[in-house]
């Protein structure tokens, strides 16, 4: 684990914070997400998981803080510039347009073009081979999204963030909505991600997963950091003490 | 170490690229596909629409479908299909434009006082008239997307305003009449294209569309993508030029094809290829689709809104110079009554959602022919505006009730 905590990261959040009205919904909030890493994020509901995948996505603007990719500090104004920067979300309600078919979809935003036309063909091709690496089975890629299963729409998703070789896969709650072999499909999609170099944040407060997968798991409870822990050597009582605000001492879990 | 969905569907289904012996959209030789290029399953409805109108109108009066009125039926829907068109890209993006109408006489008013009062060459009355309706539709884009005010609110009060200026820009007159040798109202009443050059369009479109097809087709074999069956490929596009053929044929036997109609035939090309084979459409589409979607998709949501108001505002402004054109004339009442819900109606009976997300640029030409054929009809059988106004309402109403039954399917779809 060792050498995997001196690689320098690729994206860091430092001292971000946010408020909604008089709602703080992040305080103060560090973060830094390796290559060849998954971090979990957990914590109970309103601890501020949505809005820091809103920060990473530049779906939202923090008050205050810096987002630093590749030591470079950087101020993510919007989706379109954090996706250019190489931070690719998958939102829990998967972002996807019904009426557009499932390569529009991978598309959406970053079309391929021929001349100031549309490349359908070459779009296509890229979406079997790209759906493929991922072993997603799907009817047909010219099928609109409101024709697939909950499943199939969920890969689609991570199919598209994964276009055109991110840094760092942003995943908010990916098993919330899904059945449990569905569950375990991402689960495996998350590793192999992770295997083939990405960073991965996975969002999550369903601690089984988080245990399946996740090599650090950070926690947040009412807008601040409340640990951060290996999680090959963290029980799980010790990280749901840091969830409900049982640990006395944050961090304590930490190899 | 597959992503299966349940039910197993799946494997009743080809699996790869080579086996999918089907794409979706491409469809087989279902009655869908034989539509030609740019239908899509809202059309059907429409064209059958079409097809019982034509029936009873001719039952009830022989000349309907005689050659001279159906030019005179072209160069009727020429404006408000214009309009459609228009309407068409703002119902796209799930919005709603109530002041076409008005807008589309104001832009009459101003080319009339412009070319007539003022003095200034056409062009630059014309100019000036479809840049002032673009105008207004920036400023809703503007309001729409920084203040957030709902379209259909902001728009009527932006046809009041219209409304007002229209009057104002007339002044007391209130009328205003162009000279018959204006090349405006030539171009709107008088002009045909030659057959020879009518026909050549007809076969260039035809030969070059089947062209840009197997061209495509090729590329998907290359790339090993599905293909369509050949066949059907080139019956589709021989019926299509059949028909357009024939039309053709049928219309110059008469007067022949309106240069005012061939422009709006011309401005739905243009829109359906920037709709269906551009980012700009993509987006477009997105946006009517799932907007926080696409916001996400990295999508510049505002410009897109801003893009689409001011085009469907240009589009009427261009309406509102043709129909003056048409008329010979711009007074207090063009642009007025049943002008908007005309083009809304002629959008969403062409097949356009009133949802967002769904529709075609065809719908404006397809929606323009019903209400023109409806209004053409009945004007035959001597019916004032009274049973038109009843019709076109009960034929709207019948396009909406298909529409959000189309919506509810795919909503159940979604579960």
């Not at chain 1, 109970?44 to 590749?70: F, H, I, M, Q």
């Not at chain 2, 946006?287 to 469907?312: E, K, L, P, Q, W």
């Amino acid at each position: 684990m060792t050498d995997v905590m001196r690689e320098p990261a690729v994206i860091a959040l430092r001292g971000v914070s946010h408020a909604y009205g008089a709602v703080r919904a992040l305080i103060d909030v560090d973060l830094d997400v390796r290559a060849h890493e998954v971090v979990a994020v957990v914590g109970d509901n309103g601890a501020g998981k949505s809005t820091l995948v809103g920060v990473l996505s530049g779906v939202l603007v923090p008050d205050t803080g810096e987002v630093v990719v590749e030591g470079q500090e950087i101020q993510l104004t919007s989706p379109g510039l954090a996706r250019q920067l190489g931070i690719a979300t998958v939102f829990q309600d998967l972002a996807l347009c019904e009426h557009l078919d499932v390569v529009e979809n991978l598309f959406l935003g970053q079309e391929i073009r021929r001349g100031p036309l549309l490349d359908e063909v070459a779009m296509e091709r890229e979406a079997w081979h790209l759906l493929g690496q991922l072993a997603v089975r799907l009817p047909s890629v010219r099928a609109p999204v409101s024709a697939l299963s909950g499943g199939q729409r969920q890969a689609v998703a991570v199919a598209r963030a994964l276009l055109g070789e991110p840094r760092v896969l942003v995943l908010d709650e990916p098993t919330a909505s899904l059945g449990v072999t569905q569950t375990a499909e991402v689960l495996n999609l998350v590793e192999r991600v992770r295997d083939q170099g990405y960073g991965v944040v996975v969002v999550s407060h369903n601690m089984t997963d988080v245990q399946a997968v996740a090599d650090r798991v950070v926690v947040l409870r009412r807008g601040r950091l409340n640990g951060e822990f290996d999680a090959d050597l963290a029980s799980y009582e010790q990280i749901i003490a840091a969830i409900t605000g049982a640990a006395p001492h944050p961090g304590e879990g930490r190899s | 170490m597959s992503w299966s969905p349940p039910g197993g569907r799946v494997d009743t289904h080809a699996l790869g690229p080579g086996s999918a012996s089907r794409a979706w959209r491409q469809g087989g030789v279902s009655w869908r596909g034989l539509l030609g290029p740019g239908a899509d399953s809202g059309s059907v409805p429409v064209l059958a629409a079409l097809l019982v109108l034509a029936l009873v109108f001719q039952a009830a009066n022989p000349h309907f479908l005689s050659a001279d009125n159906l030019v005179n039926l072209s160069l009727q829907v020429s404006a408000i299909g214009v309009m459609a068109l228009g309407m068409v890209l703002v119902l796209l993006v799930g919005q709603v434009d109530l002041s076409v109408g008005a807008v589309s006489g104001l832009a009459a008013a101003i080319v009339a006082v412009g070319a007539v009062h003022q003095g200034w060459p056409l062009a630059v009355a014309v100019a000036v008239a479809i840049v002032a309706a673009g105008v207004i539709g920036a400023g809703y884009g503007w309001m729409f997307t920084r203040v957030g005010v709902p379209s259909f609110v902001l728009t009527l009060a932006g046809l009041l305003v219209a409304q007002g200026l229209q009057e104002r820009v007339l002044g007391s007159s209130g009328s205003i009449t162009l000279p018959f040798d204006s090349p405006l109202v030539r171009f709107s009443q008088q002009s045909f294209l030659a057959p020879a050059l009518a026909y050549g369009l007809v076969a260039a479109g035809v030969v070059g569309g089947l062209g840009l097809r197997l061209l495509e087709r090729r590329r998907r074999v290359l790339a090993e993508l599905p293909v369509d069956p050949l066949r059907p490929v080139l019956v589709r596009w021989s019926l299509l030029g059949a028909v357009a053929g024939s039309a053709t044929w049928y219309l110059n036997l008469n007067r022949g094809i309106g240069a005012s109609f061939a422009l709006f035939l011309a401005l739905v090309l243009a829109a359906d290829i920037l709709l269906r084979r551009t980012r700009w459409g993509r987006s477009v589409r997105a946006v009517g689709s799932n907007v926080g979607s696409a916001h996400r998709a990295g999508i510049a949501v505002r410009r897109v809104y801003v893009a689409t108001f001011t085009a469907c505002a240009a589009l009427a402004g261009l309406g509102g110079v043709l129909a003056a054109g048409r008329l010979a004339a711009a007074n207090q009442g063009t642009g007025g009554s049943d002008t908007n819900l005309t083009v809304i109606a002629a959008a969403v009976i062409g097949g356009t959602s009133l949802f967002g997300g769904r529709g075609s640029a065809w719908s404006a030409l397809l929606g323009a022919l019903v209400v023109g054929s409806i209004s053409s009809g009945l004007t035959l059988l001597n019916l004032d505006a009274a049973p038109r106004y009843i019709v076109t309402g009960m034929v709207l109403a019948l396009a909406v009730t298909v529409d959000a039954l189309g919506r509810r399917r795919v909503n159940v779809a979604d579960r």
